[in-house]
């Protein structure tokens, strides 16, 4: 699930989370299907409504934190992106989407994020498919901070993270996992056989004990080798089988694109995790 209109709203300039990445993935995928918009109902379900106005009403480029840039098509561009994450739990699919989303909190921007895109597909499962119990694996090279600390009391939703510590956003290290938070911090130059091992031991036993009647993916690929924002070292294989592993955790799976920031690597990453997807 892609909408076009991502590789134009929300311009950044020479940010890292540029228009460009979605540009490059919709050159690669010509046969997408095209996401609509969230409702700001669906997206309040995540969000403070005051929150959600303070963006709608952005007429002028500004910085919502140091990494965080927004404008006046900031909005749009969230709420697409949003939609189409919701579209792919529709249809068991994969969102390309930006800006990413699981640095976003329920009240503020964080870390490139506006609108906690996982979590509005998660909430929207919950509410409109009557799916009571979701499990989300983020395996994003940052810790999902937003997306934590969104569902951190609520026993319906367990969330599950691997990533780079200690790293942005400092959050996510050792000790801070409890019944339904799951957090598996990674040292720097971690690769395949690392993130493999935690979905041996760690991923793969809870997710199943938890019997999600879905399974959301924050894919982010930033874990990359080859990626410019991190320390890892996970291979195109690697991604590949952490999808295929995923696949194989719930009766329903949906993803959602989150980091990977190497314009040359990432449509062909994405590619290895619709491989292991098997989401054509």
């Known amino acids: 699930m892609i909408n076009p209109a991502l590789g134009h709203l929300h311009p950044t300039g020479h940010h890292p989370e540029s228009a460009t990445r979605l540009l490059e993935l919709l050159e690669r995928h010509l046969d997408f299907v095209e996401g609509p918009r969230a409702t700001r109902e669906q997206i309040e379900r995540v969000h403070v409504p005051s929150y959600v106005a303070s963006i709608d009403a952005l007429t002028e480029q500004a910085r919502l934190d ?22 792919a739990v529709d249809r068991g699919g994969f969102a390309l989407v930006r800006p990413p989303g699981h640095h976003a909190l329920a009240d503020r921007a964080m870390g490139f994020c506006i609108v906690n895109n996982v979590a509005v597909a998660a909430r929207y499962a919950q509410a409109e498919l009557g799916l009571e119990r979701v499990a989300i694996v983020d395996f994003d090279v940052h810790h999902g901070n937003g997306t934590e ?18 790293f942005y956003p400092g959050t996510g290290g050792p000790g801070t996992s409890d019944e339904h938070t799951l957090n598996l911090p990674l040292a720097a130059g971690s690769g395949d056989d690392a993130y493999l091992r935690m979905f041996d031991e760690a991923v793969e036993p809870a997710v199943r004990s938890f019997e999600p009647d879905l399974v959301l993916v ?3 690929f930033d874990a990359h080798v080859d990626d410019p924002l991190a320390e890892m070292e996970v291979t195109a294989a690697g991604f590949t089988e952490m999808a295929r592993r995923c696949a194989a955790l719930a009766p329903r799976l949906a993803a959602v694109l989150e980091g990977g920031y190497n ?13 292991g997807f098997d989401l054509g």
Not at 69 to 87: F, Q, V, Y
């Open 66 to 87: 140091a990494d965080t840039p927004a404008g006046p098509t900031t909005w749009e561009a969230a709420s697409l992106a949003a939609g189409c994450a919701i579209l």
């Open 149 to 166: 600390a969104i569902f951190r009391k609520d026993i319906s939703v367990l969330f599950v993270s691997l990533h780079q510590w200690p």
């Open 218 to 220: 924050s894919a982010g």
């Open 263 to 275: 314009l040359e690597t990432l449509p062909a990453l994405v590619d290895a995790a619709l491989a």
